[in-house]
């Protein structure tokens, strides 16, 4: 039987493995520490937390519960109302704060206070001045009229509806700035060019402004409704998910399994929310990819 034997040409050295030089051990440990908080903090919570949400009876008692389906309710009145509001408002004061004005500037300035203060202490701020005894609102209501202010925040629509406004104007200056950074993007010719034309501010907004800003107010939207799922602050910290648990979404309502020692209920109701969640994030990826 014949042998195939393969052989080096003569004076061709035996390749030797790729050594891996001094920066780039340097780099590699140096990424260590990110990548073992990461799988901590990260990778274990979220296998942990689908592991306790495996088994199928956590679902069953899950829909069972009537507030899961006041829940979600209220996570798309939520979702629907506030994305809305806030970037159809957002549009409009873009137009506002675009203007190179001094006031405006100095106005923005006051315009961008509630995005960049802290969270806590602004909506307990807010519940403080809500209460019905004690409150500012309801005590100016009562040295102008005499009567009694509602209890704001003992009444489902109302509460849910204040947890909204909350969302809106803690959130509303950073997609306004978002959206002033696109219209400075747009060339000052081409609104020059429609003046000399006699266009109307409406026909300026309609054939200049929206189809250069259109893609980035829908990918805005989108990125603004995923984090608006996660959003825990503006409800919890306001209402607490009352009064009776009518005011819960689906970003407060772990909290409410969790203090009746139902973890498995509380992981379930954040797998429930991922079918809502993992196609935002595709169809975001995929804009972001064009």
């Known amino acids: 039987m014949n042998h195939v034997v393969a052989t080096l040409p003569v004076g061709e050295a035996t390749p030797h493995p790729r050594r891996i030089d001094r920066w780039e051990w340097w780099g590699r440990a140096l990424v260590l520490p990110y990548v073992l908080v990461f799988a901590i ?29 006041r829940t979600a309710i209220n996570t798309i ?6 994305i809305n509001l806030k970037m159809l408002v957002a549009m409009v004061l873009s137009g506002f704060f675009v203007q190179n004005r001094w006031w405006i ?3 923005s300035l006051l315009f961008i206070l509630p995005w960049a203060v802290p969270s806590i202490p602004t909506i307990l701020s807010v519940r403080f001045m809500l209460n019905p005894e004690w409150g500012v609102i ?82 805005s939207s989108i990125l603004s409704m995923i984090w608006t ?20 979404v689906l970003a407060t309502l772990g909290i409410r399994y969790l203090r009746l020692d139902q973890v498995d209920l509380a992981m379930a109701s954040i797998v429930v929310a991922l079918p809502l969640v993992l196609p935002l994030v595709y169809f975001m990826m995929k804009r972001l990819s064009k």
């Open 138 to 219: 309801n005590s100016l209501i009562f040295r102008l009229t005499g009567l009694d202010g509602p209890n704001w925040l003992n009444e489902p629509a109302l509460a849910l509806s204040f947890s909204m406004l909350m969302h809106v104007w803690k959130s509303l200056p950073f997609w306004t700035l978002i959206l002033v950074a696109g219209r400075l993007a747009i060339p000052a010719e081409q609104y020059e060019a429609a003046s000399v034309d006699g266009a109307t501010s409406w026909q300026k907004f309609r054939f200049i402004t929206w189809p250069s800003m259109r893609s980035l107010y829908l990918t």
């Open 229 to 248: 799922l996660g959003d825990f602050n503006s409800v919890y910290l306001l209402t607490g998910g009352g009064p009776a648990d009518l005011t819960h």
């Open 77 to 82: 009145v939520f979702i629907v109302v506030a």
């Open 105 to 107: 500037k100095a106005l």
């Open 41 to 69: 903090f990260v990778l274990y919570p979220v296998g942990y937390g689908l592991w306790l949400a495996r088994h199928p009876a956590s679902y069953e008692r899950l829909f069972d519960d009537p507030i899961f389906l």
